[in-house]
């Protein structure tokens, strides 16, 4: 099973900041990219980015994605205090789909 | 707009078995596959399998293969989840998630099943 460890575990930023977060993959990935969600207390959590760059409908530009291999980043520019939440990397290249053990982010 | 409604908290004794509903309301399950993902306390995301409702087509976690059974109702558009043996460890929420190539488009809001003697 490909396991993806996250880093780091947790992280504090002023709003405007850039937030870069990390997601790697024990095995390569072989061109595909992870899909990031954000998981906030009390919600279910939502799809943020997948692929190159696809974002579903309502989610901002600022989440970015990139990386290749074993090493993805997904990076949140101009943080807004309402991106407080755990951010979690997710592979579904090979069964079983797994995900990272997340990020928090604190703002 | 689709959203998935789940059912409401259960408590199960060890030994027992689960069984947890998943609606598609707003939306048919179109070429959509439903899967479960829980999540105990402190732990992260677990992938437990899926189901093409339209084909009926399942796929399984290794791991869950042999207590995880998927069923669907096509008239309520609703998909069920019924996890046996149930141990302490299966103490966690379930999610069901609406997926396409392999990535949860969209999110239940949880099930909360404790498993407890």
């Known amino acids: 099973e490909i396991v993806l460890t996250q880093s780091p575990d947790a992280m504090s930023l002023s709003p405007g900041e850039r937030a870069t977060l990390s997601c790697r993959a024990s095995q390569n990935l072989g061109g595909k990219f992870v899909a990031w969600y954000q998981h906030k207390r009390g919600q279910p959590p939502r799809l943020l980015i997948y692929?190159?760059?696809t974002r579903p409908t309502g989610i901002t530009d600022r989440f970015t994605n990139s990386g290749s291999e074993t090493d993805f980043t997904l990076t949140i520019s101009r943080l807004e205090p309402e991106d407080s939440a755990v951010y979690y990397c997710q592979q579904n290249v090979s069964s079983p789909w797994t995900f990272g053990q997340g990020t928090r982010v604190d703002i | 707009q689709a959203q998935l409604e789940q059912s409401g908290p259960e408590v199960k004794k060890p030994g027992s078995s689960v069984k947890v509903s998943c609606k598609t309301v707003?939306?048919?399950?179109?070429?959509?596959?439903i899967h479960w993902v829980r999540q105990a306390a402190g732990q992260r995301p677990q992938w437990m399998g899926g189901?093409?409702?339209?084909?009926?087509?399942?796929k399984f976690a290794q791991r869950f293969q042999g207590r995880l059974s998927l069923n669907v109702d096509e008239s309520t558009t609703t998909v069920y989840m019924n996890l046996s043996s149930l141990t302490p460890e299966d103490t966690a929420i379930y999610f069901c998630v609406r997926v396409r190539l392999g990535v949860a488009l969209l999110w239940g809001r949880g099930t909360l099943v404790t498993v407890s003697s």
């Open positions: 189901i093409v409702p339209i084909l009926g087509s399942t």
């Open positions: 707003g939306d048919t399950f179109g070429s959509y596959s």
């Open positions: 692929g190159a760059s």
